[in-house]
Structures are given as C-alpha cells and as structure tokens.
C-alpha cells in the first residue's frame, strides 16, 4: 500500500514565523502535491512537483514556497505564517506510470495548522 | 473553464434512504475520479471511469460516467452510518502538466441514525 507521512497532525505557529510542513512518500511517486482545506472551499493546490528540483504554482502559491530535493520528500515552506493561512494542509502524491492507477491521488493524513 | 461543479454541497439523509451527488463539467472529460473523505481523515480514492457510459459498483456504490463523458454520479443505495464523509470528484487538469486533478467542492453527506 502506498504511505504518504506528514510531519505533525497539529501544529500551532505565532504569526511571523518561519513554517516547515514535510511528506514523504514510499512509493517511488514522480508527482507531490500541497493542498489547503477549509470549509466550503474543497481542496485547492498551493503547489506540485512532478520531478525532484521541479515545482509549479498551483491556484494559491500566494504566501508559500517548496522544496523538493529527494523524490520522496516535498516540503511546504511559510516564510512569514500569518493567520489567514490557519488551515488544513494536505500532501498528497501520484505516479506517472503506465498502469490505470495513473493520476490516482494519494494523500497524507493532514497537519491542522493553527497560526495565532 | 476546467472546473467541476459538484452538487448538491449537502445532503442529510435518514439512514436507509438512498443518496445521489453529481459532477458536472462544461468540457469532455477524458476519465473522472471519485474521492472519499472521512470526518477527520483524508481524501480516499474510490474509483476511475474512463469509458463513456460506464457504470462500476462497489457494494452498494454505483459509479456512472455519462455518455457525452460531460457529468458523473455517485449513487449510494440503502445508506449506513459508516457512508457519512464528504465526496469529491476530480478532473484531470489538461492545461497544467505531469497530472496535476481538479476536484469538486464536494458533497457532504450526513446519515441520520
């Protein structure tokens, strides 16, 4: 089974702080995704990776940045955390291989950050 | 654009009852991925549908595709407590690269016991 881990289920930050949230992955996945939740906006992508050293802006890169120096390693970056981005952080990973699970989404358990 | 409309945004039902949500798009989608979410947890892939027309089931799941390959549904029949969960679908993002989805907003399903 694919195992997607992330650094902390909860984590709470005061506002102007430097944050780290990692994932790592175990399947040998080409692609890494970050996604915010919050209610009544679904999931909505901050950052991909399809490669190692390889990023894109997703629809809120806005306040975020990533870092992807091993395959199975991607980490969100919050430079300066301010409170609009207390939220639900999901990683999730996917292969690019020739099999019918391509694309198929694999997400990490979640880290609740709450910035005060 | 690329979006999918997913609705409705909740549905409360009593336990026994059926549930039906919907995944629209104004594009040809060329598969359409459906997701479960648990209270608490995190998105779970259910199932893919690639073929126009498709219908798969998973117990009391059914999964259709639709013959312009525009809209899907998730239809559950005789819902139990253990269904409650938000589910999303999730379009392939055809502008972006190397298999970046779009996902619905989601359809909130609450069972009452």
């Known amino acids: 089974d694919v195992k997607v881990t992330q650094s902390s289920r909860y984590l709470v930050k005061r506002t102007g702080e430097k944050v780290f949230l990692e994932c790592v992955q175990d399947m040998d996945h080409e692609n890494m995704f970050w996604y915010r939740q919050d209610p009544g906006l679904g999931l909505r992508l901050i950052y991909f990776s399809y490669d190692v050293k390889m990023k894109e802006k997703g629809d809120i890169p806005e306040g975020y940045s990533v870092s992807r120096e091993k395959k199975e390693r991607f980490s969100l970056i919050l430079e300066s955390a301010s409170t609009n981005q207390t939220s639900m952080y999901l990683c999730a990973s996917s292969s690019r291989g020739r099999t019918h699970r391509r694309d198929t989404q694999y997400f990490g358990p979640g880290t609740r950050l709450t910035v005060l | 654009g690329q979006q999918v409309m997913q609705i409705p945004q909740y549905q409360h039902v009593q336990e026994g009852e059926d549930f039906t949500t919907y995944c629209n798009s104004s594009t040809t989608l060329s598969n359409i991925q459906w997701y479960k979410q648990r209270p608490g947890g995190h998105p779970v892939f259910l199932i893919q549908?690639?073929?126009?027309?498709e219908v798969k089931k998973q117990k009391r799941l059914t999964f259709q595709f639709g013959e312009a390959k525009k809209n899907s549904s998730l239809h559950i029949t005789a819902t139990q407590t253990t269904d409650v969960g938000t589910y999303f679908c999730?379009?392939?993002?055809?502008?972006?690269?190397?298999?970046?989805?779009?996902f619905g907003k989601g359809t909130k399903l609450s069972v009452k016991p």
């Open positions: 549908l690639v073929k126009s027309g």
């Open positions: 999730a379009r392939q993002n055809y502008g972006g690269s190397q298999g970046n989805l779009i």
